[in-house]
């Protein structure tokens, strides 16, 4: 539903820019004469940059749900950084902008907003792969590398539901672990797992597949239906059963 509402983009960032950027992303959308859209968003443990007329900012992780209104006609301009790749250019750990957003001038400096408000997309793309390669590290610390590791993880294997197993995997300790996701990712290892098991969740909904509820809680961990219904509506903004016919 969303993509007939919208354009979608996701440039490359440059090469060396790997270990810190996932990817630029560009939104676009033309309303003029319809009703404005309303596109939910689930949460990911990373930052964001964003570039709107009136609203260029740095986004910390959003912890509940998000919803970004469009109307009339309009285009976003933003930058996602992996896991932990935000770090060494907040100078910060990450838990500080958790759930808040942050004028872009106080890390990246005054002119670059309206840099990229004026530029085409080619042109931002270049003059954000110039700003972040001439502040980028020559590489990620060990520490960065190893809470994108986590995160990574967390994501594929849908058999770890507790914080336990995670630090298992890495052979840390709770409490290391801990401390090392709320420095560079922003969050605790406890809502990356969360957060892993509710996109999967969310994929298999959107399959276009029946799916039994229960089934799926007790596959991703859940102790009951219920509890899987808590937090999906917790994060994601509405039940599961209203979701899956939202996507219909």
Not at 63 to 81: A, I, K, Y
Not at 108 to 122: K, M, P, Y
Request: hydrophobic residues 40%; proline residues 7%; neutral net charge.
């Amino acid at each position: 539903m969303g993509r007939r509402k919208f354009g979608f983009s996701a440039p490359a960032a440059a090469a060396n820019l790997t270990p810190y950027v996932e990817h630029y992303w560009i939104v676009s959308w033309d309303l003029r004469g319809q009703e404005p859209y309303e596109q939910r968003v689930l949460p990911y443990p990373a930052v964001n940059v964003t570039f709107k007329p009136g609203r260029c900012r740095i986004a910390g992780v959003v912890t509940g749900p998000f919803r970004e209104t469009l109307e009339g006609t309009g285009r976003v301009f933003g930058v996602r950084f992996r896991p932990g790749g935000f770090r060494p250019f907040l100078g910060a750990p990450v838990s500080t902008i958790t759930g808040r957003y942050v004028p872009v001038e106080t890390v990246f400096g005054d002119g670059l907003a309206e840099q990229i408000l004026e530029a085409d997309d080619q042109a931002a793309v270049r003059v954000m792969d110039a700003l972040l390669t001439d502040r980028a590290p020559d590489r990620p610390s060990p520490a960065a590398e190893l809470a994108a590791a986590v995160v990574a993880r967390a994501a594929e294997d849908t058999g770890i539901t507790r914080v336990d197993d995670l630090a298992r995997e890495f052979s840390v300790g709770v409490r290391q672990l801990q401390r090392l996701c709320g420095d560079y990712v922003g969050v605790s290892p406890k809502w990356v797992i969360r957060r892993a098991r509710l996109h999967e969740a969310s994929d298999r909904i959107q399959a276009g597949t029946p799916v039994d509820l229960g089934a799926l809680a007790a596959d991703l961990g859940y102790s009951d239906q219920a509890h899987l219904t808590r937090d999906f509506t917790a994060m994601v903004g509405v039940p599961p059963a209203s979701y899956r016919k939202a996507q219909v």
